[in-house]
């Protein structure tokens, strides 16, 4: 059988206003039927879904898209990225979200990912240039098919982490190359140790810390997994300050060596 007469990516308006479809039409479930590629409206040659990492990274971002007026950055990463994994593979946004792993999430979040992405979509039809989110999809998808980029399989990545975590025996020796800082001794027990996992995580797999497994924290009893979910958005923006504290510098420097040497272990072509 030849091959399908049109290009590999479809740039057109009217393709662009095809490929919004499958967005307003799959906004409520997870599941559902499959549709397989019946709603796909773009077929790259060199990458697919397991390409896309589950948030949009900060480099996409800033060559491809621009502010959408009432809306935060944030939902537009979440939602680019929902919206390539669509266009390439068709289906529902649940079914997208399967596809990034974040399917599972907790069920507010659920909530906040669907309606973030409607939010961004009703935004940019009322924005001057009503295509212009879609432009920068569609702009996306050529860099990806293109042969100088490199490519990342981050589905593997993720299937890779899905179980990671750092050993007692690491964490333990990660811990005695950590300078001493002023004042009390930093807390350094297994909720460090959990919070630390999703910072490696988030640096492999690009995906956003909500999302993270958390193992270490799963084993605890149902009080403890309470204390240590409040306490992680805190302890998450202490390490992401634009200048950290002397402790988080130095454990960020040690997790984003293991982040690293974690990523080429896994970016290894399987046999």
């Not at 399917?103 to 507010?108: E, F, L, N, P, S």
């Not at 998450?236 to 634009?242: A, Q, T």
């Amino acid at each position: 059988m030849g091959q399908p007469d049109h290009p590999v990516i479809a740039p057109c308006s009217s393709g662009l206003q095809e490929a919004s479809g499958p967005l307003l039409r799959g906004f409520s479930k997870a599941g559902g039927h499959p549709r397989g590629r019946r709603n796909a409206v773009l077929r790259p040659q060199r990458w697919g879904p397991e390409h896309i990492p589950a948030f949009l990274p900060e480099d996409w971002h800033t060559r491809h898209f621009t502010p959408i007026d009432g809306v935060n950055r944030m939902f537009i990463r979440r939602t680019a990225v929902l919206r390539l994994v669509q266009m390439v593979a068709g289906g529902s946004l649940g079914e997208a979200a399967g596809s990034l792993g974040i399917a599972t999430a907790r069920i507010t979040w659920q909530g906040r990912i669907y309606s973030g992405a409607g939010h961004v979509h009703t935004a940019a039809r009322q924005q001057p240039d009503p295509h212009r989110f879609e432009n920068a999809l569609t702009g996306l998808a050529r860099e990806l098919d293109d042969p100088a980029t490199t490519l990342i399989n981050y589905q593997r990545r993720r299937q890779a982490m899905e179980n990671w975590c750092i050993g007692d025996d690491a964490w333990t020796a990660l811990t005695s190359r950590l300078p001493s800082v002023p004042g009390p001794r930093p807390e350094l027990g297994d909720r460090k140790r959990q919070i630390a996992c999703v910072y490696v995580w988030v640096q492999v797999t690009s995906g956003e810390h909500y999302f993270a497994p958390r193992p270490i924290e799963a084993a605890q009893p149902p009080e403890i997994q309470e204390q240590w979910n409040e306490r992680l958005h805190t302890i998450w923006h202490l390490m992401h300050r634009s200048r950290p504290g002397p402790h988080y510098a130095s454990l960020t420097a040690e997790l984003d060596t293991i982040a690293t040497s974690l990523a080429r272990a896994i970016d290894i072509p399987w046999p």
